[in-house]
């Protein structure tokens, strides 16, 4: 493959370390019949390794410099050339019975907007297992009252079991991120719950954490259910976001829907 330099604006870094690759396939523990979606393949170091190993692999890449080689190198892969969040995945994964598994050392800066792409399609992904910022893993992981408790840390409980794997050093990245990595797994609950419920749920979430130093009922009244009157709603409007368990913004999601029937 010709070479490339890895560009700031997409967000790359490239993975060097073939040990790096190596654990993180045992950790995805590919079977031949998993349909995988790999994204950002870049060079396609994880891509060798997976393509040996799946006979359905998709890969989404949205730099067009590495796309050509990709295919030569790869024949047979599906390639899809687009930035993965536009992406229905439902198209993607057609007519099989089996759920997709995404995978990717995916561009930091867009990891929550991945993960919320994801979580609109928990009832086709079965799990996910990326590499993202070693602090955005600690939140979203955390547990309730540290201080990196917060949106992602709720709704990826709500929606699915994370774990943190392992840390990746900088040095084997080119070019050499200035923060440590991480690698992540998120299996996805059988989750039947409805697009509307889904995302009231996601919203409650995101206005009790919009203002973090203040209490629930300060946070709520200064987002998109500020007209709505929590006092009813069974939960101490005096504790703040980080004080809440999931169980409890369950009800607050209730709480709205009911009180704007």
Same mark, same amino acid.
């Given at each position: #493959?010709?070479?490339?330099?890895?560009?700031?604006?997409?967000?790359?870094?490239?993975?060097?370390?073939?040990?790096?690759?190596?654990?993180?396939?045992?950790?995805?523990?590919?079977?031949?019949?998993?349909?995988?979606?790999?994204?950002?393949p870049g060079r396609g170091a994880l891509t060798a390794k997976l393509f040996q190993k799946v006979k359905s692999l998709t890969?989404?890449?949205?730099?067009?410099?590495?796309?050509?080689?990709?295919?030569?190198?790869?024949?047979?892969?599906?390639?899809?050339?687009?930035?993965?969040?536009?992406?229905?995945?439902?198209?993607? #994964?057609?007519?099989?019975?089996?759920?997709?598994?995404?995978?990717?050392?995916?561009?930091?800066?867009?990891?929550?907007?991945?993960?919320?792409?994801?979580?609109?399609?928990?009832?086709?992904?079965?799990?996910?297992?990326? #590499?993202?910022?070693?602090?955005?893993?600690?939140? #979203?992981i955390a547990p309730k009252g540290t201080k990196d408790y917060g949106i992602l840390s709720v709704i990826l409980r709500f929606?699915?079991?994370?774990?943190?794997?392992?840390?990746?050093?900088?040095?084997?990245?080119?070019?050499?991120?200035?923060?440590?990595? /991480?690698?992540?797994?998120?299996?996805?609950?059988?989750?039947?719950?409805?697009?509307?419920?889904?995302?009231?749920?996601?919203?409650?979430?995101?206005?009790?954490?919009?203002?973090?130093?203040?209490?629930?009922?300060?946070?709520?009244?200064?987002?998109?259910?500020?007209?709505?009157?929590?006092?009813?709603?069974?939960?101490?409007?005096?504790?703040? /976001?980080?004080?809440?368990?999931?169980?409890?913004?369950?009800?607050?999601?209730?709480? /709205?829907?009911?009180?704007?029937?």
């Open positions: #493959m010709k070479k490339i330099k890895p560009l700031k604006r997409f967000g790359q870094n490239y993975l060097l370390d073939q040990n790096i690759v190596d654990k993180i396939v045992k950790e995805i523990d590919p079977l031949p019949e998993d349909h995988i979606v790999e994204i950002g890969a989404v890449e949205i730099d067009t410099r590495v796309t050509e080689d990709l295919q030569k190198k790869f024949p047979g892969l599906k390639l899809i050339v687009d930035d993965f969040i536009n992406l229905d995945l439902q198209n993607i #994964m057609g007519n099989k019975d089996n759920k997709l598994r995404i995978v990717g050392n995916i561009p930091y800066n867009l990891t929550s907007p991945i993960l919320f792409h994801l979580i609109k399609y928990v009832n086709i992904v079965q799990d996910t297992v990326l #590499m993202v910022q070693h602090e955005v893993a600690k939140r #979203m929606f699915s079991d994370t774990e943190y794997c392992f840390k990746v050093s900088p040095n084997v990245f080119f070019p050499k991120p200035k923060i440590d990595s /991480a690698v992540v797994h998120i299996r996805f609950k059988n989750n039947t719950i409805n697009k509307n419920d889904k995302q009231s749920f996601i919203d409650i979430v995101k206005a009790s954490f919009g203002n973090r130093r203040k209490t629930l009922k300060n946070s709520l009244s200064n987002s998109i259910f500020n007209k709505l009157n929590f006092a009813d709603s069974g939960i101490d409007l005096s504790l703040r /976001a980080e004080q809440l368990e999931v169980e409890d913004f369950i009800r607050l999601a209730e709480f /709205a829907r009911n009180y704007k029937e």
